[in-house]
């Protein structure tokens, strides 16, 4: 399978994780709080919980980072019901030039989909809805024709076999993660047609072994991972946005000739997610 570029920017399309960043979707943390724990970092900072009018203010400065860069950022309107609202990842994602809407496996977040599909109405987007299982964005990561999908406690099997029957020419591949973390993208994420973050403890060996067979893997330490070392998100053309905290990570991928882009959310990240959970890409275009 070729990659083509959108005919417009109206027109859905992201073939990978790593080419130029064009269009995205996110949402402010207007409501953002821990009401109840659904993850283990959540957990982790239940007494501190999150000050929103800090995140708020970290998330202005994400988004002014991302329309500096000329991409055109979509912002949903953030609903009081949906403390986790800002990680727009989780509710869809967008494969080829199709958008799928996700299948939200925790109740305090079903029915953040449909800001989105309210959304895709207005812009005429037509789009696909999973049916027959959960399955959240954030176990979704988009390699060329394989898509490589997380088995987690927010995605199952059976959506993993309804999204390859619907996806005929891609190859869908399953990836377990140990119960212990959320999503694939917060211990897996590839950056280049060649190379991949991880955290080898989330996976078993025949899963770690088939993914080293495929990327040049950049392994990150135990306190990283929970910093999301793996959570960057990219903008093309070698350009990640990440965490200053995540030291030793950075300072191996500027090794490895990427730009680092660090943009402070750290009081978005006690509720378990970073920035490519917060940010649902629409476009994708190669340099």
């Known amino acids: 399978m070729a990659s083509t570029i959108p005919l417009s920017d109206n027109q859905p399309f992201c ?3 790593y080419d130029m960043l064009q269009k995205v979707v996110l949402c402010s943390p ?12 959540q957990k982790y900072y239940e007494n501190e919980n999150i000050q929103a009018e800090i995140a708020i203010k970290q998330h202005r ?5 991302l329309k500096k860069k000329g991409i055109n950022v979509i912002v949903l309107p953030a609903l009081e019901r949906f403390p986790e609202q800002v990680f727009t990842r989780d509710i869809g994602f967008t494969i080829g030039s199709d958008i799928f809407i996700a299948e939200m496996a925790t109740d305090i977040r079903e029915g953040e989909q449909e800001a989105l599909i309210e959304w895709l109405k207005t812009q005429g987007m037509q789009y ?13 990561i988009v390699h060329e024709d394989t898509v490589y999908v997380g088995i987690s406690n927010r995605t199952e099997m059976a959506a993993v076999n309804q999204l390859q029957k619907m996806l005929p020419s891609y190859q869908v591949i399953p990836l377990p993660i ?11 994420n590839i950056i280049s047609p060649t190379e991949a ?6 996976f078993n060996k025949k899963e770690y072994d088939m993914l080293a067979e495929r990327f040049d893997l950049l392994p990150v330490t135990e306190d990283e991972q929970f910093t999301l070392a ?6 093309g ?51």
């Open 30 to 41: 207007e409501h953002m709080s821990i009401k109840r724990i659904i993850n283990e970092t």
């Open 178 to 188: 140990h119960d212990e973390f959320l999503h694939l993208d917060c211990v897996f």
């Open 61 to 65: 400065e994400l988004l002014a980072v």
């Open 230 to 235: 793996t959570n960057v998100l990219s903008l």
């Open 237 to 287: 053309n070698k350009q990640l946005i990440s965490l200053s905290i995540n030291k030793k990570t950075n300072q191996e991928l500027i090794s490895r000739g990427y730009k680092i882009i660090e943009v402070d959310i750290s009081e978005i990240i006690k509720s378990g997610g970073s920035f490519r959970c917060c940010t649902l890409p629409i476009v994708r275009k190669q340099a």
């Open 197 to 202: 973050i991880i955290y080898p403890d989330a």
């Open 15 to 17: 073939y990978n994780e």
């Open 128 to 140: 696909r809805q999973i049916t027959e299982a959960k399955i959240e964005g954030g176990d979704v």
